[in-house]
């Protein structure tokens, strides 16, 4: 199993850009997550999807929208790149628990370096 | 507001000695805590999950506690090695809402030197 991969790994983008990461994830599993992480500001949510064609706001999603039109996939788009948004993004995945000894745990990508100029 | 916090001042130590990283939660009321490792350059990866009713977990040579009084989690490693050194995270799920919604503190970082 791959587990979750992430594409692009690294990309630069001039102001104004759009650009989509795409996410995906072979372990079957329902919820999906969109994070950035950004020096001393620790992982900070974006967007996420609880299940196929289902996604909600996360802490910070303002300049993003994603989509997850399969259950393997997760989407995150930027219309319009803005320096503000140069980061590292990672993507999660996890199992639906019901509590049970794995309640909750995230499995993570390698991450995407984006930087906009 | 909700808050995790976690010492941002790097940890460093010898090799053999015990590492303890703590992590301070307010205004959570948790069924859980998780730990997590992130080396440099990649994805933050899962340790430990202990429960509220859990006052201890171990795994090999790693030990956390849970004291829901004091709102707070220590994340213990023995006979620390270099191999060790990385950013350790806590994470929280919501106090209410979907369960597998984490929020995650801002790590520390450890360092083991020989």
């Known amino acids: 199993n791959a587990g979750v991969t992430q594409t692009p790994k690294f990309r630069v983008l001039k102001t104004g850009q759009s650009m989509t990461l795409l996410c995906a994830q072979d372990?079957?599993?329902?919820?999906m997550y969109w994070y950035r992480q950004d020096p001393g500001m620790g992982l900070r949510l974006i967007h996420y999807s609880v299940g196929e064609g289902t996604t909600a706001k996360g802490e910070v999603p303002d300049g993003y929208n994603v989509s997850r039109l399969k259950k393997q996939n997760f989407l995150l788009g930027l219309e319009s790149a803005a320096p503000s948004q140069t980061s590292v993004y990672f993507c999660?995945?996890?199992?639906?628990?019901?509590?049970?000894?794995?309640?909750?745990?995230?499995?993570f990508g390698p991450g995407t370096r984006l930087l906009v100029l | 507001s909700q808050k995790i916090e976690q010492n941002s001042e790097a940890l460093n130590i010898q090799e053999g000695k015990t590492a303890t990283l703590t992590c301070n939660y307010t205004n959570y009321s948790p069924a859980y805590l998780q730990w997590y490792r992130q080396d440099p350059g990649r994805g933050p990866v899962f340790l430990l999950l202990?429960?509220?009713?859990?006052k201890e977990k171990r795994k090999e040579r790693l030990k956390v506690t849970f004291d829901t009084t004091l709102k707070q989690s220590l994340f213990h490693i023995t006979a620390s090695q270099p191999a060790d050194s990385a950013t350790y995270l806590c994470a929280l799920p919501p106090n209410t809402g979907t369960a597998s919604k984490l929020t995650f503190g801002t790590g520390t970082r450890l360092q083991v030197t020989l």
């Open positions: 999660a995945s996890s199992p639906v628990s019901g509590g049970g000894p794995g309640a909750g745990t995230q499995y």
């Open positions: 202990i429960r509220e009713n859990e």
């Open positions: 372990m079957n599993h329902e919820y």
